[in-house]
């Protein structure tokens, strides 16, 4: 089996213009979260979000996705190897610009090269293009999970000697049909969104974007291409339990857990820190509570969200969160969880999660992602040496 190595990242959020200045605020305890300036939020008992600011360079196409995407691989390394192929992110693409060119209030533009990355498969055909490649690659498509199980798919891949390089990439932008449907189900923050705090209310959203380019540890060395981190672990389960809730119990999440382990030999007293999915909604948080105690038992391993920072990004959130943890693993230090300073964590886990940094001590960082239709999926990275 190959080793699975990340030699490049990127992000981009609303909390920050790269993966430096995200990281750096995260350590601030920062929030971007803010009033909604893209829609009107009269309809809606919530109306903040964490909005990018000067994404909407166009207002006759208010074309947005794109924008985004080139603001991530501004700083990417190009061209990618020759051998490299893709695998993407997203969930709705910009859905509400669909519907305006449907109802006829916008322009479509006729032209490929000016076409706008507006659904999933024009997203990977503008990306494609991007790097001179002429294979859109696929698409993962698993609710909050997607980019995770993105990246799952391509350390198999590479893993197995299928292929020897794949840049995964993923992409979220504010839609108001997306806010809508988080709206209807009661699963918004009126007011801050606060991870793992006993007042927790619901979840913000946020946009963003990240990619991480993975090679097998034998093209890397070829290259002469030294890992960021290694993806040692990965698993994907399902509870079935619920359209759009967990298991309260977190039996799939603990099922895709113990996968990831498995996959990388380790016990779960090797796991030395965990970025969550931490939502601050009361059932994902209750259940992520849930399935560590089940994993972990008496030892308190400590967590933290970033969510409250920059928002819940949906199908980008799992990739973002995994250039976070490669940071974290090489200062072995945990951003704080945005939105506790002023709250209670459960009291369970009140040693564990911090409105402070932590640091911690050892090898591998757990990363875990949950979504609609009962989805998880878990990556377990190791620290390069």
Not at 113 to 122: C, D, G, I, M, P
Request: charged share 20%; glycine share 8%.
């Amino acid at each position: 089996m190959n080793e699975v190595w990340i030699v490049a990242t990127a992000a981009v959020s609303a909390l920050g213009e790269n993966q430096s200045e995200n990281w750096c605020r995260l350590l601030a305890g920062e929030s971007a979260i803010a009033p909604i300036k893209l829609f009107a939020t009269d309809p809606y008992y919530c109306k903040i979000a964490a909005e990018i600011k000067g994404l909407q360079t166009d207002p006759q196409s208010e074309n947005r996705l794109p924008t985004l995407l080139k603001k991530l691989f501004q700083d990417f390394p190009a061209p990618l190897p020759n051998n490299c192929t893709l695998i993407g992110a997203t969930l709705k693409g910009e859905i509400d610009r669909q519907e305006k060119i449907w109802q006829g209030k916008i322009r479509q533009e006729k032209s490929t090269k000016k076409k706008s990355a507006q659904n999933n498969f024009e997203a990977a055909t503008w990306v494609a293009h991007y790097f001179g490649l002429d294979d859109p690659g696929i698409m993962i498509n698993a609710a909050c999970a997607s980019s995770t199980i993105a990246l799952a798919t391509a350390a198999s891949r590479i893993a197995t000697g299928q292929q020897e390089a794949i840049l995964v990439w993923a992409a979220e932008i504010l839609a108001e049909f997306v806010f809508a449907g988080f709206a209807s189900l009661q699963a918004l923050t009126p007011d801050s969104c606060r991870p793992f705090a006993k007042n927790r209310n619901g979840l913000a959203l946020g946009e963003g974007a990240a990619a991480l380019l993975l090679m097998s540890d034998r093209q890397a060395r070829k290259e002469g291409r030294k890992p960021l981190a290694k993806i040692k672990g990965w698993g994907v389960a399902n509870d079935a339990v619920h359209l759009t809730a967990p298991a309260r119990d977190g039996r799939g999440l603990i099922k895709a857990c113990r996968r990831a382990l498995n996959r990388a030999a380790l016990e779960a007293e090797e796991i030395a820190a965990i970025n969550a999915h931490g939502t601050g909604t009361i059932h994902n948080d209750g259940m992520e509570i849930a399935a560590f105690s089940k994993l972990f038992g008496r030892r308190k391993v400590p967590f933290h969200s970033i969510k409250g920072a920059l928002g819940h990004t949906l199908g980008a959130a799992g990739a973002l969160e995994t250039v976070i943890a490669v940071d974290s693993l090489k200062n072995q230090l945990l951003p704080p969880t945005t939105g506790l300073k002023d709250a209670k964590a459960e009291n369970e886990i009140a040693d564990q999660v911090s409105s402070e940094k932590q640091t911690f001590s050892g090898e591998h960082i757990l990363v875990t992602n949950s979504g609609f239709g009962g989805v998880n999926a878990a990556l377990i990275l190791a620290k390069s040496k």
